[in-house]
């Protein structure tokens, strides 16, 4: 079955980030028309755009906008480049998702000002400002939830115009990022009919009791929402050489616009460094900008960030406070909540580590939108997880809705990370040490851990591992009785509809028993299965018979 493939695409994004350029070559590529709201505008009004908003108004020209937004979005087999300011309008996204594929596409406000520096349109009124950098930083964090509204996201800081334009005309002709399922499409989650509830979770502990704050967004209201919960001084925030030159600015606004003294600090992304090395490089930077005991860590990223910046909030004068600020669906939905920090070892994963608190977790659902898309996928296998050990609802919706999730739609994809926030949060405030109810959790951890330790965890990623890990569950419980067999098939049609994978790779079978058995939460030599009796219910089993794993590894390992 072929994707349906869109007859239009709008370009969003704010000025500087080469939409007309683009919309003009992308065209080309597809052999359509490229339109310019901008230059429909000037047809219609005799005028350019900086001559009406000086002698019209602003609202004059956001009127003339929406007719040529409108006027674009009745046609066919067209490439619209659209002004910086359009996506403000609620009608405007309506009337560009309404069948079309929305890209926005993406640079940094130093190249977006070098950009604009350059160009002949001189009389920019951003280039007026007094400090025109920190202007064009502050509107484009501002209007940064409504930018990731757009299907998908094309870099035009790293490509030149001609490799975003092919970038552009792919994905149009793929149809991949594109689902126009939605009558909703381009409007934020709270501009919904019905809202869901966007109130914080709150995770109780034996050592602290912190909020998590989920939400389309949320990133531009932390400085304000750390002031809440009681932190106030200085804030450094922690992040990776992947995500900081996306995020960065906008967390750093926003902790400023609340009072914070900010400064951010990059390590280099990727999970081998997530190390004591590179934690090391965190405390010369700290000690260097003399981070005092009350100053908070951010840790803004993924999984690797947040389990690093934390070993060093936990550590650094004996422990600082640190907010989780989430960038992956793993580390939204799992690494940032319950408190578990970690460096690795060369000698294996997590060995150095602590239990620490964050005091307030902030997860903007809209940076999902820049995550490369296998972190995505490898992301919803701990979402399946939860649904299958505990909330069968949330398993029929992701039965129902895996593509909304897939494509990231707004107000699903928010619901959905809050739940399964909401179901780690329950887990560990009943159980903050893991004694108990948190191991089940670990379903599809035991095989999976496994078969990444002995693929030397390069190959496979972990969400895609803990795929064939609850394969190996499910087939285990199956053949000693306790998971029914209509389950097992149900979970794999799951695992497969999101494009994990239910078996695999290649690897030798005693390795893969022998890791099993070294794993950290063996004791005295007996393996605890987590088990499904029921979708939605798990059960711990330590009487497992040996041959039966044996037999199950060396069906899907081979
Ligand atoms: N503490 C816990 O309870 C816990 C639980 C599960 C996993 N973990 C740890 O989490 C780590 C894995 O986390 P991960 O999967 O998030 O990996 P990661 O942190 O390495 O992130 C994956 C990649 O995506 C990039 N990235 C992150 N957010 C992005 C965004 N919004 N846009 C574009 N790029 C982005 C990162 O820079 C990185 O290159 C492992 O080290 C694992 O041990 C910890
Ligand atoms: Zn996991």
């Known amino acids: 079955m072929s994707e349906p493939t869109p007859t239009r695409i709008f370009l969003t994004g ?36 900086a001559e009406i908003i000086t002698s019209d108004g602003e609202e004059r020209f956001r009127e003339l906008e929406r007719d040529a937004i409108k006027e674009a979005a009745a046609r066919e087999n067209v490439v619209v480049a659209t002004g910086g300011g359009a996506v403000i ?28 520096g350059e160009s002949a349109a001189a009389g920019r009124p951003l280039l007026a400002a007094s400090d025109p950098l920190g202007r064009i930083t502050a509107l ?42 939605h009558a909703e499409r381009g409007l934020l ?30 990133l531009d209201r932390l400085g304000g929402l750390m002031r809440e919960a009681g932190l106030s001084g200085k804030a450094f925030v922690i992040s990776d050489s992947d995500v900081l030159p996306r995020y960065g600015d906008r967390a750093l606004i926003s902790l400023r616009e609340a009072g914070f003294e900010a400064a951010a600090f990059a390590i280099p992304a990727g999970e081998a460094n997530k190390t004591l090395d590179v934690a090391a490089t965190v405390y010369d930077w700290l000690v260097s900008q003399r981070a005092e005991r ?49 460096v690795d070892h060369k000698e294996g994963k997590n060995l150095i580590g602590a239990f620490y608190q964050p005091r307030l977790v902030i997860e ?30 949330l398993l029929a919706d992701l039965e129902e809705r895996a593509d909304d999730l897939l494509h990231l739609e707004p107000a699903f994809t928010v619901d959905i990370v809050r739940r399964n926030v909401a179901i780690k949060a329950g887990v560990v405030s009943e159980d903050e040490r893991e004694t108990g109810s948190r191991a089940t959790l670990n379903y599809g951890h035991t095989v999976g851990h496994a078969i ?28 000693i009785g306790v998971t029914p067999p209509e389950l097992v098939e149900r979970q794999r ?38 088990l499904l009796e029921g979708a939605g219910q798990a059960v711990l089993r330590s009487d497992v018979p040996q041959d039966i794993v044996r037999d199950v590894v060396k069906e899907l390992l081979s």
């Open 14 to 49: 704010f000025s500087g980030t080469g939409k007309s350029t683009v919309a003009g070559l992308a065209a080309k590529e597809l052999g359509w028309e490229a339109l310019d709201t901008d230059t429909l505008i000037a047809d219609r009004a005799g005028k350019s755009p």
């Open 89 to 116: 309008s609620k009608e405007n996204r309506r009337a560009m998702a309404g069948g079309a594929l929305v890209v926005c596409l993406e640079a940094s406000p130093k190249t977006i000002l070098d950009r604009l």
């Open 140 to 181: 484009k964090a501002q209007r940064q939830s409504l930018y990731a509204l757009a299907d998908t996201i094309v870099d035009t800081e790293s490509q030149a115009a001609g490799e975003a334009a092919t970038a552009v005309a792919e994905i149009a002709r793929a149809g991949d990022a594109w689902c126009a399922c």
């Open 189 to 218: 989650p709270e501009e919904r009919d019905r809202p869901p509830p966007d109130g914080p979770i709150t995770i109780t502990t034996a050592s602290r009791e912190y909020d998590a704050i989920v939400g389309w967004g949320v």
């Open 294 to 342: 009350g100053s908070a860590l951010v840790a803004l990223g993924g999984g690797v960030v947040g389990d690093l910046a934390g070993f060093v909030a936990a550590t650094y004068l004996r422990g600082v406070p640190l907010v989780q600020a989430p960038t992956t669906v793993l580390a939204m939905v799992d690494a940032s909540i319950g408190g578990k920090t970690a």
């Open 364 to 393: 903007d659902v809209s940076t999902l939108k820049t995550l490369p898309p296998r972190a995505l996928v490898e992301g919803c296998a701990e979402v399946i997880k939860h649904a299958l050990i505990l909330d069968p609802v």
């Open 452 to 479: 990444e330790a002995a693929s030397g965890y390069s190959k496979v990623h972990h969400g895609e591992a803990i795929s064939v890990g609850m394969m190996a569950a499910a087939e285990i419980g199956k053949r």
């Open 493 to 530: 049609t799951l695992i497969e509809r999101f494009g994990l994978p239910v078996r695999g790779p290649k690897l030798s079978v005693d390795s893969v028993l022998e890791a099993i058995t070294l794993d950290k939460k063996v004791k005295d030599g007996v393996v605890t299965w987590v």
